[in-house]
């Protein structure tokens, strides 16, 4: 099992910035993906942005460049640095990664529990 603890989210005014956190312990073994998704009040949940294992980022279209991904591999740390950040922007966020434990021929994704970001207009 892989235990993720998301931190960093709260409450900021519309243009401020956040950076969320999300650290993975457990059974980690061969990461070949992370990222954040959220989800807002009503509406269904959505990729933020995610990183994959060839060193590739993606980020939706409603928060490049304003957002950035990063890790920290020997942390096995997960950020997210929100910057300009908007009222839209106000959702529950989740860190997820894709894990394949030793002796495991794929990998399967674990969800955090997820840490609410509010942007006040």
């Known amino acids: 099992q892989v235990q993720l603890v998301e931190s960093g989210g709260g409450l900021v005014q519309a243009g401020g910035s956040l950076r969320l956190s999300c650290a993975a312990s457990?059974?980690?073994?061969?990461?070949?993906?992370m990222g954040w998704h959220r989800q807002a009040p009503g509406k269904q949940r959505e990729l933020v942005a995610d990183?994959?294992?060839?060193?590739?980022?993606n980020y939706a279209d409603s928060v490049k460049g304003r957002f950035t991904i990063s890790r920290d591999n020997a942390k096995n740390t997960l950020y997210l640095q929100m910057n300009n950040l908007k009222p839209e922007d106000t959702a529950v966020y989740y860190c997820?990664?894709?894990?394949?434990?030793?002796?495991?021929?794929?990998?399967?994704?674990?969800w955090g529990e997820g840490t609410q970001v509010t942007v006040l207009s």
């Open positions: 997820t990664i894709n894990n394949r434990a030793r002796g495991q021929p794929t990998a399967r994704r674990y």
């Open positions: 457990g059974s980690i073994y061969d990461i070949n993906g």
């Open positions: 990183w994959s294992s060839g060193g590739s980022t």
